[in-house]
């Protein structure tokens, strides 16, 4: 491995030892200089900065570090862009929340010190609490801007910092570069303000978790199904993190009476000791859950992440439990969220969904058999809300969600929510339950009416600055040489999110995609077959999103036909060299 100091690294490094920041920072970056030169690499060879779901990074010293100079410079930055935008404001106002992570509750004090240090209004959250009820706390208090301390599902030793607008959504262009911008002003540690203002620190709690939960019980669709399947049993948990109170809760307030948990994962901690990872799409994270399903007869079991915010599910296929994909969950869920608005003649005409680009195309079909509206829009929740933020008063969004096992319903929330989610996953499971049927079985008829959609997904890590430089590499490769053919298929169509050209390379016509530029590769070939390249926003790999498309003729056939997509999706990795 390479430990040869840069001098831009050094540089920086010593501008820290010269600067004013405390001893103990000191010591440490005198530590990584005298013994551990790769350490020091890596924690400053960059700055943090927003990505996809805003700051993220590994705990400790450094300019590429979660720490308190990183957390307040951010803070500073956007308070100063805040003021420049909302100069006619005779209170600016944030709000802000955190999850069960190490160090969260310290990070969100400082966060609330450097605001109200800067004459804005804070309204702190006094425990942790979900992130989707920040984005309603912001609405709900009227705020201009707000911030999470969460790293989502990453592993322990990372934090983040979710930065938000007054709509309630996640920063997007250009607001997410500019504020960067007013962060990397900052030239000392001096300018950024610490010394808070407790008169402008308000702290709050259960009286916002009432008005949120009151909200998402309206979202019910069918109470009178929950009355008769009230002893549908589910297991549920938070697997250590903030969803440990709320989606009990509203889960028992639909009307759900066999709720259980799991003792051991219901304690929040953030060094997870229960699991290896605290993220619902990997299957080792349920573990537990699945055992105490199996060991009370459950019929359904959800997994939140650390911050609240995306869901897992597992549901039964005979003794045994299956877990379903984001893109299954996310389609069942608006399957029967839609087939009830229009059982409801709740449907106008001026309804709609949202998906991302490489969520599956499944859900496009489901809205088209019901003549609702739908939108792509590129990964990243903040998308969403966008959308919802610029059809606001005009039309009305129903639902929508991301195949990275993050759902919402209703629009009074501007990112994706698993208190909601769990609630309406539920709701979908009794349904379904009601009409003899389980989950894994309304998804199968569900592939006999709109075609077996098989979706896969695969992340190559590669960490540190050598593996982000391999990453952007490889994308490089991509675009210089793409594949021909994919799975037996003639490749039709490549869209280049970054150029914003989509090829149509039948005929050689180029045309514009209507979307922010990203560095997102999409390969689509003859058969249907989508192939979606990009690498993550918040963590150090590239994701290879694979969605194929058969046909079900009947749901006997579903053993046959699934092995067939999986083979054929194993050849096509394969031919990617992965």
Known sequence: MNTTIEPEILEKAKFWLDGNYDEDTKKSIRQMMDNDPQELIESFYRDLEFGTGGLRGIMGVGSN????????????????????????????????????????????????????????????????????????????????????????????????????????????????????????????????????????????????????????KELSLSPEVIKRQKGFKIVFTPIHGTGVDLVPQILKEFGFEAVYGVDEQDVSDGNFPTVISPNPEEPAALEMAIQKAKSIQADLVMATDPDADRVGIAVRNGDDFILLNGNQAASLMIYYILTKWKENKKLTGQEYIVKTIVTSELLVDIAKKNNVEYFDVLTGFKYIADIIKNLEGKKTFIGGGEESYGYLVGDFVRDKDAVISCAMIAETAAWAHDKGLGMLELLKQIYVEFGFYKEKLISVVRKGKSGAEEIQQMMTDFRANPPQSLGGSDMMQIKDYQSSICTDLKTGQQTTIDLPKSNVLQFFTVDGSKISVRPSGTEPKIKFYFGLKGHLAQVEDYDHVNEELDQKINNIVKELGL
Request: overall charge negative; glycine content about 8%; hydrophobic content about 35%.
């Open 65 to 216: 570090r979660m720490n308190k100079y990183t957390v307040g410079a951010a803070t500073q930055g956007f308070s100063n862009y805040l003021k420049a935008n909302f100069p006619d404001v005779d209170q600016i106002q944030v709000a802000i929340a955190y999850d069960s992570r190490n160090n969260s509750p310290y990070f969100a004090q400082i966060t609330a010190d450097v605001f109200s240090a800067n004459g804005i209004k804070v309204y702190l959250f006094e425990g942790l609490r979900p992130t989707p009820e920040l984005s309603f706390a912001i609405r709900h208090f009227g705020c201009q801007g707000g911030i999470v301390i969460t790293a989502s599902h990453n592993p322990k030793e990372y934090n983040g910092y979710k930065a938000y607008w007054d709509d309630g959504g996640q920063l997007i262009s250009p607001h997410d570069k500019l504020v960067i911008e007013e962060v990397n002003k900052i030239e000392s540690v001096d300018a950024i303000r610490f010394d808070g203002n407790t008169d402008l620190i308000e702290s709050i709690g259960e009286e916002i978790d009432r008005i949120y939960l009151d909200r998402i």
